[in-house]
């Protein structure tokens, strides 16, 4: 009886959990709704300071100079506060909640390998006992938003993929490695933010080392694949949104295949 009644509970976690996670990474996450207080009439954070540590410590390449932010841990700590206290209300416009939340998800990366470092790969940082969905330093729930504890998949996929229609998302989010996106010498800002998308979409899809596009053939970015959803919403395709990009357009029906992740830190 006991080992029917686990039988059942499994099958249920498959067809209902399951069905409720989304992909990132190349792996399986919730997607849960965030349910922080918001108080009424709050400003949109600025994000100043923070751009003065991306300015100080990333290069053109995206490379961090981790050390370095470890010497400006107080500055970083300072920032990361005023995002805990001020998330962002209904009456901030699209693009500032937008350039909150992209900021808060790397900055929040930042402050993840810090606390780890040195290490390797952002994949070393957890339980040495790996349980798929749960125990991932993406699912750990180590900062807070407006008094709710949550974790960097929860700004990725509950909020940023749930909230916002822009794939664009992807190309700005950075998770530590050197297959990522790179990370953008500066902050965010509303003003700036769909310019900033654009120039890291073309960055991303021109950089040989993540995507190698031609005419028959194209070797893309795992991103292609775990956000295919994302990709070919609205009528869109992969195709459409690489060619938006890249140097090179690629045909319809191009050969495609997926270059292997790099999940080396992405330090100087």
């Given at each position: 009886?006991?080992?029917?009644?686990?039988?059942?509970?499994?099958?249920?976690l498959t067809t209902g959990t399951l069905a409720a996670l989304g992909l990132s990474h190349g792996r399986l996450n919730p997607v849960p709704a965030p349910a922080y207080a918001v108080p009424a009439g709050s400003a949109p954070v600025d994000h100043?300071?923070?751009?003065?540590l991306l300015k100080k410590h990333v290069n053109a390449k995206g490379l961090v100079d981790y050390r370095g932010f470890k010497a400006d841990e107080k500055a970083?700590?300072?920032?990361?506060?005023?995002l805990s206290n001020n998330p962002p209300a209904a009456s901030w416009s699209k693009p500032e909640q937008m350039a909150y939340w992209i900021n808060a998800y790397n900055a929040y990366t930042i402050r993840l390998i810090l606390d780890h470092y040195p290490v390797e790969s952002i994949k070393d940082?957890?339980?040495?006992?790996?349980i798929p969905f749960v125990t991932t330093p993406w699912a750990a729930k180590f900062f807070s938003i407006g008094g709710e504890?949550?974790?960097?998949?929860?700004?990725?996929?509950?909020?940023?993929?749930?909230?916002f229609?822009?794939?664009r998302i992807h190309f700005a989010l950075v998770c530590a490695s050197l297959s990522c996106p790179r990370l953008r010498p500066e902050a965010y800002t509303a003003p700036r933010l769909d310019r900033q998308l654009d120039e890291q979409g073309r960055d991303f899809l021109r950089d040989p080392a993540k995507n190698k596009v031609g005419k028959t053939q194209a070797q893309l970015s795992r991103y292609?694949?775990?956000?295919?959803?994302?990709?070919?919403k609205n009528g869109q395709s992969v195709?459409?949104?690489?060619?938006r990009y890249a140097a090179t357009p690629m045909d319809a029906d191009a050969k495609v295949t997926y270059l292997d992740y790099n999940w080396s830190l992405n330090k100087q």
């Open positions: 009886m006991k080992l029917l009644t686990t039988s059942l509970l499994l099958a249920a100043a300071a923070y751009d003065r970083l700590n300072q920032y990361l506060a005023q940082i957890g339980s040495k006992i790996k504890k949550m974790s960097l998949d929860d700004i990725e996929h509950g909020t940023l993929r749930k909230q229609d822009d794939p292609f694949d775990w956000y295919r959803a994302d990709w070919e195709a459409r949104w690489v060619n």
